[in-house]
T-cell receptor
Framework: GESVGLHLPTLSVQEGDNSIINCAYS??????FIWYKQESGKGPQFIID???NMDKRQGQRVTVLLNKTVKHLSLQIAATQPGDSAVYFC???WGSGGYQKVTFGTGTKLQVIP | SQTIHQWPATLVQPVGSPLSLECTVE??????LYWYRQAAGRGLQLLFY??????ISSEVPQNLSASRPQDRQFILSSKKLLLSDSGFYLC???????????????FGPGTRLTVL
């Protein structure tokens, strides 16, 4: 499959522990942020999103935190499982009208140790 | 529910040969459509996007072209492939702005292209 994890920062976490993956975004005008999970050889899968008028949003086992002051985004995964092993990357979006501009980060590889 | 399909899943082509990758979306109307390329260990590079039939915007100059002959069909093409065209090609769709509470892009399974 596609080796999307080559040359990426890697986070190794013990199964059952919590994982925190960080992302720094670049555009202070970005008003929408998304986290994706990409397994080897597959397309990115939407995990969770957050708008700039919020600083925290929770999903099932995942929480996204947004700090607009320092332009930082984080994804927290509770009770990490082997199936969580993948590359995770954030995306920032801005713009209006018929098309919204989106920029994707390069990603962090999460390795779950059984 | 909406689904997005890409084919072929993998493709090996010689340098100089033509290319046609297809993407179709089901379960939605008037989506925005996107073509990305992903190199190993790198982020997604936007190649083309489309806000409607026949409307194509190119983000980077390259050896590729895109077409949208139908509302939910997006095609990536090349007349003559280069070695540098190898990569993982992803199609994505997003709801037309104003039609959904989110602007999330949803990705297809991808096509792995190897040019030899």
């Amino acid at each position: 499959g596609e080796s999307v994890g080559l040359h990426l920062p890697t986070l190794s976490v013990q199964e059952g522990d919590n994982s925190i993956i960080n992302c720094a975004y670049s555009n202070s005008a970005s008003d929408y942020f998304i986290w994706y999970k990409q397994e080897s050889g597959k397309g990115p899968q939407f995990i969770i999103d957050i708008r700039s008028n919020m600083d925290k949003r929770q999903g099932q086992r995942v929480t996204v935190l947004l700090n607009k002051t320092v332009k930082h985004l984080s994804l927290q995964i509770a009770a990490t499982q082997p199936g969580d092993s993948a590359v995770y990357f954030c995306a920032e979006a801005w713009g209006s009208g018929g098309y919204q501009k989106v920029t994707f980060g390069t990603g962090t590889k999460l390795q779950v140790i059984p | 529910s909406q689904t997005i399909h890409q084919w072929p899943a993998t493709l090996v082509q010689p340098v100089g040969s033509p290319l046609s990758l297809e993407c179709t979306v089901e379960g939605t109307s008037n989506p925005n459509l996107y073509w990305y390329r992903q190199a190993a260990g790198r982020g997604l590079q936007l190649l083309f996007y489309s806000v409607g039939i026949g409307q194509i915007s190119s983000e980077v100059p390259q050896n590729l072209s895109a077409s949208r002959p139908q509302d939910r069909q997006f095609i990536l093409s090349s007349k003559k492939l280069l070695l540098s065209d190898s990569g993982f090609y992803l199609c994505a769709w997003s709801p037309r702005p104003g039609t959904s509470h989110t602007d999330t892009q949803y990705f297809g399974p991808g096509t792995r292209l190897t040019v030899l």
